[in-house]
């Protein structure tokens, strides 16, 4: 199984940005779709954004025009740019794959924590 291997978190404070990373250990193109998903403390994993090798990229209401999900097949690398950071953006953000020929990849997961 393809692996993902995330980088890019770290202590921000609140209006700051950051930009995680996510790099797959084959190709970018064995996934249909990749994308991030985060798990604040207490609460189950939820979808941040997606990006699907063909069609429009998807977005939780709480992160729309602050977070921006960037594809770069090129460089083989799914980025997360984080602008205008929150407290409630804290969290273990993760990386994710997704294909219809195999179960779906996970990365270990990245700390972010946004100070006010």
């Known amino acids: 199984q393809v692996q993902l291997a995330e980088s890019g978190g770290g202590l921000v404070q609140a209006g700051g940005s950051l930009r995680l990373s996510c790099t797959p250990s084959?190709?970018?193109?064995?996934?249909?779709?990749m994308g991030w998903y985060r798990q604040a403390p207490g609460q189950q994993r939820e979808l941040v954004a997606t990006s699907p090798r063909w069609g429009s990229r998807i977005y939780a209401d709480s992160v729309r025009d602050r977070f921006t999900v960037i594809r770069d097949n090129a460089k083989n690398t799914v980025y997360l740019q984080m602008n205008n950071l929150k407290p409630e953006d804290t969290g273990v953000y993760y990386c994710?794959?997704?294909?219809?020929?195999?179960?779906?990849?996970w990365g270990q997961g990245t700390q972010v924590t946004v100070s006010s």
């Open positions: 084959g190709s970018i193109f064995s996934f249909d779709t």
């Open positions: 994710n794959g997704e294909s219809k020929s195999g179960p779906p990849s």
